[in-house]
Structures are given as C-alpha cells and as structure tokens.
C-alpha cells in the first residue's frame, strides 16, 4: 500500500466551521478498532491466526495507520497501543532464544493470538445474540434494509468495513495518471458541498457503486474530499455502505 505524501488537511466552509479550520473523520465508536483492523490483515493476508507473520502484518498495520493520519481520519488511542504492542512483539522475535533451563520459551506472538481468539469469540457470540428477536422488536415489519435494495434478487450484500474502503479507494488513487501526492492545504473543495451531492446522486438514483462516486475528471484532492464526506455521512447514518456477497463491489444505499 502506498501512502500520499502531503497533508491531508480540507479545509471547511462556512457552514461546517471549527477552531482550527481542519475537517477530521472521527472513527471512534462508528468504525472499527485495532482489534478489527488486525482480523482484517489477517483474513485479507490468508494467514493462520495461531502462525501470525508478525512482521508483515506489523508493516501493513503501520501503514494503514500512516494512511488514516494522512487522510485526517481521527481514530481512538487504542490503534496506537496496538501499534506500539506489534512492534514490540516483532522486536523480540528478531532475538535470540536462549534455551539455558532446557525449557522452550513461549512464543512472543502469543501476546496478540490470544486476545485476538478471545475478540473473535466475543465478536461471534454478540452477533448470534443480535440476531435473537428482541421482545417487541419482531412485531412490526422492519423498515427495508439492504436487502431490499438490490437490481437482482439473488444479489447479496454484507457490511463493508472501514478497512475494506481505504482498500478500494486507494486503489483508485493507484489508478490515477502522474504521481500520488496529496496536498488539501486548499478551500476548493467543502465537505459539506460533496455531502450535498452525493445525497442528491443518491436521491436520483437510489444506489451507487463506491466507484460512481468519483469522477474519472477529478484530481486527488477532489476525491479525498469525496472519500471523508462518504465517510461523515456513514458516521452519521445517512448512508448504508455494503459489500456484494460474490463480486466484491462495494455500494451505497441511501438511508
């Protein structure tokens, strides 16, 4: 994954005004955490949870760290905690073992597999309790969701994660002719402009791809100010963001 090379700062109109004049998405409690984050690499990398290549998942952390610092995404200390506890553990895998009692050590990398099985547990008993009808909840219809949503009724859609949209939008960065500097140190371009227009795509057109949302005519700063309006309007519900079950396109429904 590469990384933009200048600030991400965007700054607000009028009408979204704050002390320091800088636009930042705030993640905490609306996306995922550290812990989320490391089950992404993990499953996107293929690898066993219990073999952990602690130095390459340590990397691609780093980076996607890097790249939410660059994009002005405010996310909770605990990413960084979680940062400073990889880098530690690949630290120690790079020493020697000394075998001096005859006993083996225990493997560094036990210090995050473990956590790590106890979340996924967690994780999976909290949805199949969320799945249980709640008294009272179940006897009215529900409002449509996803579901009701899609062109073919075969289609099927899961959650994105935060993680899956800085994948796909980097990728279109990736795409882009000329270099990949980002400099928003500008006022062209209001988030609350490109919150207005995507809710007036949407509004047209019901749906769209992640991929719609960015005009091939754009330059860099003009998409990144897209990709943070995307993400405060995730934030604050206006958008339900969704993957599809077999193609991998990510879409948006408006709420």
């Known amino acids: 994954m590469s990384l933009p090379d200048g600030p991400a ?43 952990i290549p602690i130095a390459m998942i340590t990397e691609q952390y780093l980076e996607y760290i890097a790249w939410m610092k660059v994009m002005n995404v405010d996310f909770a200390g605990d990413f960084l905690l979680m940062a400073a506890t990889l880098t530690q553990i690949k630290s120690k895998m790079l020493l ?33 309790l969320n799945q249980r009808p709640v008294l009272g909840e179940d006897t009215f219809s529900r409002a449509p969701g996803i579901e009701a949503f899609p062109h073919d009724p075969a289609d099927r859609f899961i959650q994105v994660s935060l993680f899956e949209l800085i994948d796909a939008f980097q990728r279109i960065i990736e795409n882009m002719p000329g270099d990949h500097g980002v400099d928003l140190d500008t006022e062209r371009f209001s988030i609350q402009d490109k919150i207005a227009h995507i809710i007036e795509v949407l509004e047209e057109k019901g749906s769209v791809t992640f991929r719609e949302l960015f005009s091939r005519d754009a330059d860099r700063e003009e998409m990144i100010a897209t990709f943070l309006a995307l993400l405060e309007m995730g934030k604050l519900g206006l958008v339900r963001i969704a993957q599809h079950y077999q193609n991998g396109t990510i879409r948006l429904f408006y709420q």
């Open 9 to 51: 700062t965007v700054r607000r109109s009028s009408g979204f005004a704050m002390p320091d004049s800088r636009y930042e998405v705030k993640v905490e409690n609306i996306f995922e955490g550290p812990m989320d984050l490391l089950v992404y690499l993990i499953h996107k990398n293929e690898v066993d949870i219990y073999d």
């Open 96 to 128: 020697p073992v000394h075998d001096a009692d005859g006993e083996d050590e225990e493997d560094p990398r036990l210090e995050i597999t473990r956590p790590l099985i106890e979340y996924l547990r967690m994780k999976t008993a909290a949805e199949q």
